[in-house]
């Protein structure tokens, strides 16, 4: 039983991602990416992977971190965000 319960902890504590973002700044980023963009198939594309890509390495909190980082600077220019446009748009095209 201790077993069991060991392995139960340890699995729901290993599937819980370190780098997870909510439900609420997923559709944060997605709707800033694809409100400022033509309503096409490419772009409903680009914008879930570009959202994704960020999802993968921040949750919540490192995202605002990052955010604060880079309060006032032209985000586009950031080497990260260059990185995942590119990748998107590799993966789409």
């Known amino acids: 039983m201790k077993k069991i319960l ?3 902890i340890f699995l729901f504590l290993h599937s819980n991602p370190l780098h997870a973002l909510s439900n609420a700044f997923w559709d944060a980023i997605y709707d800033g990416c694809y409100s400022g963009s033509e309503r096409t198939k490419f772009w409903r594309s680009y914008c879930t992977c570009y959202t994704n890509k ?3 390495i921040y949750n919540d909190e490192q995202l605002i971190v990052f955010l604060n980082q880079n309060e006032g600077k032209d985000l586009s220019k950031n080497p990260l965000v260059k990185r995942f446009a590119r990748e998107c748009i590799d993966q789409i095209s």
């Open 6 to 8: 060991i392995i139960t």
């Open 54 to 56: 960020f999802a993968e």
